[in-house]
Structure formats: C-alpha cells, structure tokens
C-alpha cells in the first residue's frame, strides 16, 4: 500500500507514450488505481495499450522513428489538446522526442523526461561510458574517437565490441576478432545504426543484472530494485526473458554515483554485467526511460506511478526503502523462444515450467485481451527485430 491515499490525486490526467510498449500495461493500473484519467497515444488496434481495459481514453496518431517530424506533430496535437498534468514516455523514441521538445511541450503538461542535456548523457552508451570511467565508477573499458581511423588498437585485446551509441536490446552488437573484421562491421554498423562505439568484450559467462530505481531533484534515491537476469533471447545478447529480485549494495552505490553525476531526476533503468575476468558488476548502458521490467516494482510494493505523480506536482517523492528478494518476473512471450533454442531449456533454475512467485510482463488473469493482442502483434515484431539487430 502506498503511504499517500489513492485518492490524492484523483482525477489527474496522464497521457502515455506509446501504447504498444509492453511497459504500459503496470503503468496504466499503477496510474488508475489513484484515480488519474489515462490516455494512451497508440498507433495501431493491436497495442496492448489500446486493448487494455484500464485505458480511459486511447488517442491514433502517427508513432513511426522513419517519421519523427510526423510523430512529433502527432504527439503535440495531442499533448495541447488533451489537458493533461503529465505526459510519461514509454519507449527511448518517445523519451527523445519529448526531450528535444520539453521546453516547448512543457507549457502545456508536465513532461516527465529530463532536460535534453542530461538526456542526452543517459541516452549516448559512449557519454555514459565516459562519466563512468572518469568517476571511477566500473564499467567496460571504453574507446573515445572521432573518426575510426584515429583508434589504435594497441593496447587492446581482442575480442573487441562494437555497438551503437544509442540502441536497446542487441540491435547492432557485434563481437569481432581482428582488425580487419573491426573496420568492416564497424562501417556497416554506423550506416545502419548511426554512431557507434568500441568496447573492450566481457565474457558473458557471468551474471548480468537490471536495475530499476528513481531518482529525486535532491540527489537522493527514492527506489531502488536490482535484478538478476536469469535467461534471456537472443541467447547471445538480448532482452532479459526471466528475472529475480536480488540484492547487491555495491551494485547501489555505484548506480546512485553515476546518476548523481549526471543530475538524474525522476525513473531510470540501468544494465549491468559482472566480468569473470576480476568478479566486478559493471555498468553498461542507461535505459533513460520507463523499462520493460517496470512490473517488478509493482510487484515489490514500489509504487513508481505514485513517485512520478509526485514529482509531477512537485511534491516530496515517496521513499521506498526496501523491498524482497527472490520474486521472478517473466517475458512469457520470448521465454518460449529461449527454451526453443536453448541446450539448458530442461536443466535451467528456476524450470521453465516453474510458476512459484512468478508474475508475467504481459499476462495477467484479470485481462486476457492485451496478452493476445500482444502474441498477434509479437510475431511481426520478432521478424522485424531479427532484421534490425544484423548490420549485414
């Protein structure tokens, strides 16, 4: 139970951004069950978001990257139209066209999104890299250049990595052996994807980890929740399928640093991998919106669409300063295809057939239709996914 009474803010208006995400489904109850009026900016009748029963009011527009300027006038209309108090992004396209536009937007709602500044640090895995490396805060060992040309590879040993500077998921991640294999992918990489980075490789023989947590305008940290990522698709890279709740101090505090020393305000979702090499958890990358696994804190008794309420209307934030271990969420969806592709799909723990403290991303028995509507629209999804994540 929240320590603020659902009824604070009953009757607040909450626009979200996209509703195909799956992350809207918890946010949408999270927000209704304090009595806010939600709409949902979808693209398509098979958004989970516009097939949820939670949903108040459910606004078409266009939402396509290959058109930011008409997703960027369709997300306006909409804002100065709608009157509401606070507009939430859902994915890293709307988290950055809500920033490039904030202080525009912002005389109509308040825009939950940081200043394009500080944004723009989160967003770009190389600018995060380098607060990281000069605040001592563990990270990948990280290359700073302009032009491939002026990377000296002395030094470094391969394998090396290259990925785009902003992306999510595995789209773009390349493992290269050579020189030779570094200079070809890294040109096809920067055509497909735009600017990218090099990084030292980190065997992915460890655990990797999530964190979701909030930041408030003090610097303090007002919920922090950390995640041990148990399987995830594609088996070499890719989105966490099943994950557990587990606690790690050190993992903390080196997540607070670093969004402290960017000036973090507000929710964020960071990924982590631990090097087998020296047994450190380092940071890889600043996820600088409402993630995927946002369920969890719901789960946990992290209220974020109360926190967000609050830093809406400029409140104190809500402290949550604790929460349990060993609660599981699941990616039903591309837990199958690991289990499918799998050598461990029998011999994995917990089973893929276990359900105990279990709560799923997307299914939920109190509402059917998002979890089919979500399975109809997954199977394009998934085939666009695999064409996006090869830069061949």
Not at 125 to 143: D, L, V
Not at 269 to 288: C, Q
Not at 350 to 372: M, R, Y
Not at 374 to 386: A, F, H
């Amino acid at each position: 139970m929240s320590k603020r009474s659902k009824g604070s803010y009953s009757g607040t208006r909450v626009l979200l951004i996209d509703g195909g995400s799956r992350q809207v489904l918890p946010m949408i109850k999270g927000f209704s069950l304090h009595g806010c009026h939600v709409s949902v900016y979808c693209s398509s009748r098979l958004d989970v978001g516009y097939a949820y029963k939670y949903t108040n009011e459910k606004i078409m527009g266009i939402f396509d990257p290959c058109d930011v300027e008409g997703t960027y006038a369709g997300i306006k209309k909409a804002i100065e139209e709608g009157k509401y108090d606070i507009v939430v992004p859902m994915n890293d396209f709307a988290a950055t066209i809500l920033a490039n536009h904030k202080s525009e937007l912002s005389t109509s709602a308040y825009i939950a999104v940081n200043s394009p500044e500080i944004f723009r640090l989160a967003i770009d895995k190389q600018e995060t890299m380098r607060i990281c490396m000069e605040g001592g805060i563990p990270c990948p060992k990280t290359a700073f250049f302009t032009e491939l040309s002026e990377f000296d590879d002395n030094g470094w040993n391969y394998p090396l990595v290259i990925k785009p500077k902003s992306s999510y998921g595995a789209n773009g991640f390349n493992v290269v052996e050579s020189r030779e294999e570094l200079e070809r992918l890294f040109v096809l990489t920067e055509k497909k994807f735009g600017a990218s980075l090099i990084q030292e490789y980190i065997p992915q023989t460890s655990s990797q980890y999530q964190v979701e947590m909030v930041m408030g305008k003090d610097g303090e940290c007002k919920s922090f929740i950390l995640m041990d990522k148990l399987r995830w698709y594609p088996l070499n890279g890719g989105s966490s399928t099943m994950n557990v709740t587990i606690k790690d101090e050190k993992i903390k505090s080196d997540c607070i640093a670093l969004l402290r020393a960017i000036g973090w305000v507000g929710y964020a979702s960071l990924d982590l991998i631990r090097d087998s090499r020296d047994g450190v958890a380092k940071i890889l990358e600043i996820n600088p919106r409402i993630n995927g696994t946002v369920k969890i804190c719901f789960k946990c008794g992290v209220d974020i669409a109360l926190q967000l309420l609050e830093e809406a209307k400029g409140s104190d934030i809500t402290e949550f300063s604790d929460y349990p271990e060993g609660v599981y969420l699941r990616y039903i969806h591309m837990d199958v295809l690991w289990f499918l592709k799998s050598k461990n799909r029998f011999s994995a723990k917990p089973s893929f057939f276990s359900f105990k403290n279990t709560v799923d991303e997307i299914f939920s028995l109190e509402d059917l239709k998002p979890f089919f509507v979500y399975s109809i629209s997954c199977v394009k999804k998934l085939l666009n996914d695999k064409k996006k994540r090869s830069v061949e």
